[in-house]
């Protein structure tokens, strides 16, 4: 009896379910109420009319989430990749899923543990964390990631060649506009501020060179900064080309009347 009570609460729990998919609505409205709440706590008069209902809504939103936790730590056994009643355990407990759901509601509790208002500062923080909790109800994040995973090789090699040209760009900055303005280039990692900026192609205007060779090498900058950050961007929207034609291809057709795949000629 108790197995088929696991069964039935893990099948509840998981998304995409038929079973659970009352729970999963229930549990993505919830996320986004709280994340609601979390804003809304920042207008002052807000915050000063309906104080007492946000915090019972933290309340209740916290319960939810701690039942929730413990019973997919009880239930995940079903799984076969967590079968074993312990290790099984632990190792579901370090998943991403699950980690991100303990930072949903663990938060909470540390003022009970440590009362200090500093606590309180970063428990408001961690509450937005509860975002993440949405993976778990989203394919689109599951396309990112075999998009990142296809194309690492690629974005690992512009962002390498970005950081050379940001530490070689700031260098030159640093030897041609550090006796004119010392305090805006006081030192290498200080012009790597106005290098970040400026092949990100933002430009504050709080650091700017002021000598005609630092004028140069800003315009040189300009300029390598406009391709070469355009690049990821291509690169990334190609990935999600492969990725979404790859899941079409893969999709099998299935017959209405047997339910038997249908393969493609």
């Given at each position: 009896m108790s197995s088929g009570i696991k069964h039935h609460v893990h099948r509840l729990l998981e998304p995409g379910d038929d079973?659970?998919?009352?729970?999963?609505?229930?549990?993505?409205?919830?996320i986004v109420l709280n994340v609601t709440a979390v804003v809304l706590e920042t207008v002052w008069w807000i915050?000063?009319?309906?104080?007492?209902?946000?915090?019972?809504?933290?309340?209740?939103?916290?319960?939810v989430f701690t039942v929730e936790y413990i019973l997919r730590v009880w239930s995940c056994?079903?799984?076969p990749r967590f079968s074993d009643p312990i290790r099984g355990r632990f190792r579901f407990m370090r998943t991403p899923?699950?980690?991100?759901?303990?930072l949903a509601f663990l938060p909470f509790y540390l003022p009970f543990v440590f009362p200090d208002m500093r606590v309180l500062r970063v428990?408001?923080?961690?509450?937005?964390?509860?975002?993440?909790?949405?993976?778990?109800?989203t394919e689109s994040i599951d396309l990112f990631e075999d998009v990142i995973r296809m194309k690492k090789?690629?974005?690992?090699?512009?962002?390498v060649s970005l950081l050379i040209l940001l530490l070689v760009s700031s260098t030159l900055m640093y030897e041609v506009e550090h006796d004119a303005q010392p305090d805006k280039f006081s030192s290498i990692p200080a012009a790597m501020w106005w290098g970040l900026v400026t092949?990100?192609?933002?430009?504050?205007?709080?650091?700017?060179?002021?000598?005609?060779a630092g004028k140069l090498i800003?315009?040189?900058?300009?300029?390598?900064?406009?391709?070469?950050?355009?690049?990821?961007?291509?690169?990334?929207?190609?990935?999600?080309?492969?990725?979404?034609?790859?899941r079409r291809e893969s999709h099998e057709m299935v017959c209405p009347h047997c339910g038997k795949p249908i393969k493609r000629r």
């Amino acid at each position: 009896m108790s197995s088929g009570i696991k069964h039935h609460v893990h099948r509840l729990l998981e998304p995409g379910d038929d079973e659970g998919r009352w729970f999963d609505v229930f549990i993505i409205c919830l996320i986004v109420l709280n994340v609601t709440a979390v804003v809304l706590e920042t207008v002052w008069w807000i915050n000063a009319r309906f104080a007492h209902l946000f915090d019972l809504f933290e309340m209740f939103s916290v319960a939810v989430f701690t039942v929730e936790y413990i019973l997919r730590v009880w239930s995940c056994t079903v799984d076969p990749r967590f079968s074993d009643p312990i290790r099984g355990r632990f190792r579901f407990m370090r998943t991403p899923l699950a980690v991100a759901d303990l930072l949903a509601f663990l938060p909470f509790y540390l003022p009970f543990v440590f009362p200090d208002m500093r606590v309180l500062r970063v428990v408001r923080l961690f509450r937005l964390l509860r975002i993440m909790k949405l993976v778990r109800y989203t394919e689109s994040i599951d396309l990112f990631e075999d998009v990142i995973r296809m194309k690492k090789d690629e974005l690992v090699l512009v962002f390498v060649s970005l950081l050379i040209l940001l530490l070689v760009s700031s260098t030159l900055m640093y030897e041609v506009e550090h006796d004119a303005q010392p305090d805006k280039f006081s030192s290498i990692p200080a012009a790597m501020w106005w290098g970040l900026v400026t092949l990100a192609t933002v430009g504050y205007g709080d650091v700017y060179p002021v000598t005609p060779a630092g004028k140069l090498i800003g315009s040189v900058v300009v300029m390598l900064g406009i391709g070469l950050f355009a690049l990821p961007a291509g690169i990334i929207a190609s990935g999600f080309s492969e990725a979404l034609q790859r899941r079409r291809e893969s999709h099998e057709m299935v017959c209405p009347h047997c339910g038997k795949p249908i393969k493609r000629r």
